[in-house]
């Protein structure tokens, strides 16, 4: 019965979570490109062989291009691909699989009704991802599923049931994660066998050539040698190569700025914060530093910290103008690795 009570006959037209709050559409949603994107063709070709593996992993540091990469790949592929991105605030296992659903459900991949969807949060019925990996693998064409942000999933329930579905759908689903962290996942076995894709932190460092080739996107025209010195100072990260040049825009003289990043001795994240910081107002900057210690914070918060009431305000000029502050839906910001 427990199964019959967890299981509704309408899964993928359901307009509510577990939890009877309307699903986000945003994490449904591939994310857009900036107009300053680099597509480097040598991972999009690696992250083609997703296509031919059951399990893909995107893994690297916060910044380095994970989201971005996959989100032009799927926007490119020739098939619909099912996108979510996880959340930390949506604990439990049903409310992982109701989202689950859900972003198949809006890639337009049908399932039965007889599947379910899960009516508690905190659990699902081991019935519906039999039925869910059975209905999968029946398929003729197997489904995409991106899972960005899966570094938020901490429950190692959800990845023994994610691990089941994977399995047993076969050639029916091919699963991209990704992470900052590895996942909870048989890696191992993926790995002897050849069933598993992964692009690591790094293949995501950017070549001295694409360094030149994202500075030029910024209107910022210098040598390969020049990009190799920021490379080698960056160690490839996509973030710090387009901090540096943003903050070379802003400069009267972007050439000699990018020249005196090369031979600075101080790190790049001192070297930039000086830089982000200087051009904020002192109440900006008052609440990114008090707010640097945090992983993410909200407006109430931000404002006990800095005792003033102007936290709302200040943070969604920040996010506007120059994304150092990250939006994450639900009035919650992170700050850019680079303050951290």
């Not at 197997?142 to 050639?171: C, K, N, S």
């Amino acid at each position: 019965m427990a199964g019959l009570e967890e299981n509704g006959p309408e899964p993928t037209t359901s307009c509510a979570d577990p939890q009877g709050d309307p699903f986000l559409h945003t994490r449904f949603a591939i994310p857009a490109r900036p107009a300053t994107f680099l597509r480097r063709e040598r991972l999009v070709r690696h992250l083609d062989q997703a296509l031919r593996t059951p399990l893909t992993m995107v893994s690297g540091a916060a910044g380095a291009g994970k989201t971005l990469l996959a989100a032009d790949w799927a926007a490119r592929e020739d098939r619909s691909v099912a996108w979510l991105t996880n959340d930390a605030a949506a604990h439990g296992c049903g409310m992982f699989w109701a989202y689950f659903l859900q972003a198949l459900s809006a890639s337009g991949v049908p399932l039965p009704a007889e599947v379910g969807s899960p009516a508690d949060a905190s659990r699902v019925d081991q019935t519906l991802l039999t039925r869910l990996a059975a209905s999968l693998g029946d398929r003729d064409r197997p489904v995409i599923v991106v899972l960005d942000e899966y570094d938020r999933v901490t429950e190692p329930e959800i990845a023994e049931q994610l691990e089941f579905v994977l399995h047993h759908a076969g050639r029916g689903m091919r699963l991209i994660l990704v992470t900052r962290t590895e996942p909870l996942l048989p890696l191992h076995r993926y790995r002897a066998v050849g069933d598993m894709t992964e692009i690591r932190a790094a293949e995501l460092a950017f070549t001295p050539e694409e360094a030149a080739a994202l500075l030029e996107l910024h209107g910022l025209r210098v040598p390969v040698s020049a990009a190799r010195s920021l490379v080698e100072r960056t160690r490839g990260w996509a973030a710090g190569l387009r901090l540096c040049a943003l903050a070379a825009q802003e400069s009267p003289d972007p050439e000699t700025y990018l020249k005196e990043f090369e031979v600075d001795r101080t790190t790049v994240a001192d070297f930039l914060l000086a830089e982000v910081l200087k051009r904020q107002s002192p109440e900006a900057q008052d609440l990114l530093l008090r707010v640097s210690v945090l992983d993410r914070f909200g407006p109430e918060l931000a404002n006990a910290l800095t005792g003033r009431a102007d936290a709302e305000s200040v943070l969604a000029g920040l996010h506007r103008e120059n994304a150092f502050v990250e939006y994450l839906g639900h009035d919650r910001y992170r700050l850019h690795p680079l303050f951290g």
